[in-house]
């Protein structure tokens, strides 16, 4: 005979993790994506209102045999920091999205701010 298994949280645990989901609300994450096939291009656009375009060929987790079904079955991770391709398995962070339509260099200068900040 099979038990079921109770998880049991306390007030403080419950409390500790509804601020970190608070925090994390207010960090910029995405809140849309769409690929466009005419472009081909991945448009994702962020809670701050701004937003960015990444070309499907800088993707180099997704497939060259990728059908456009496969590329348009994206979908966004519910806390918006992540990517995911339920047909290709793999995923990208938005982060790294970030990066690769800047550009390498700006990237890197990106990085260095940030790392200096924290």
């Known amino acids: 005979m099979k038990t079921s298994a109770r998880i049991r949280a306390t007030d403080a645990q419950i409390k500790a993790l509804a601020a970190k989901?608070?925090?994390?609300?207010?960090?910029?994450?995405?809140?849309?994506?769409?690929?466009n096939?005419?472009?081909?291009r991945?448009?994702?656009?962020?809670?701050?209102?701004?937003?960015f375009a990444v070309p499907?060929?800088?993707l180099k987790a997704l497939p060259a045999s990728a059908s456009r079904e496969a590329l348009r079955g994206v979908r966004l991770m519910p806390a918006g920091f992540s990517l995911w391709w339920d047909a290709l398995d793999t995923g990208y962070h938005i982060e790294d999205l970030e990066?690769?339509?800047?550009?390498?260099?700006a990237?890197?200068?990106?990085?260095?701010?940030?790392?200096?900040?924290q």
């Open 21 to 35: 989901g608070e925090a994390a609300a207010k960090e910029p994450h995405a809140t849309a994506v769409r690929f």
């Open 42 to 51: 991945y448009e994702i656009e962020l809670s701050t209102g701004g937003a």
């Open 56 to 58: 499907r060929s800088a």
């Open 99 to 105: 990066a690769l339509a800047l550009g390498a260099a």
């Open 107 to 117: 990237a890197a200068r990106m990085l260095g701010r940030r790392g200096g900040r």
């Open 37 to 40: 096939s005419d472009r081909g």
